[in-house]
């Protein structure tokens, strides 16, 4: 089976006891951190996870390549 290269986006919050990582097109794929790189080395490592159980269970894995753009507004 041929690999390819996928990307997601990561969306950031900020939490109480530091951050919580989840990507857009996969929310399944959840995670926290302490700080900010400690949050997107776990959610790599929950991404990683997540591939290679979908792939052993022959579930299709969500496309990535998803774009964040801001929409201002005033309130």
Known sequence: ??????????QYTKTKSG???????WPEVVTEGRTLEECR????????????AYQLLGKKIPHGGGLL???????
């Open 41 to 52: 080395s776990a959610l790599r490592d929950a991404l990683h996870e997540m591939v290679q």
């Open 69 to 75: 753009e801001p929409i201002p507004v005033e309130v």
């Open 19 to 25: 951050y919580m990582g989840q990507l857009i097109e």
């Open 1 to 10: 089976m041929a690999t390819r290269l996928q990307h997601y986006t990561a």
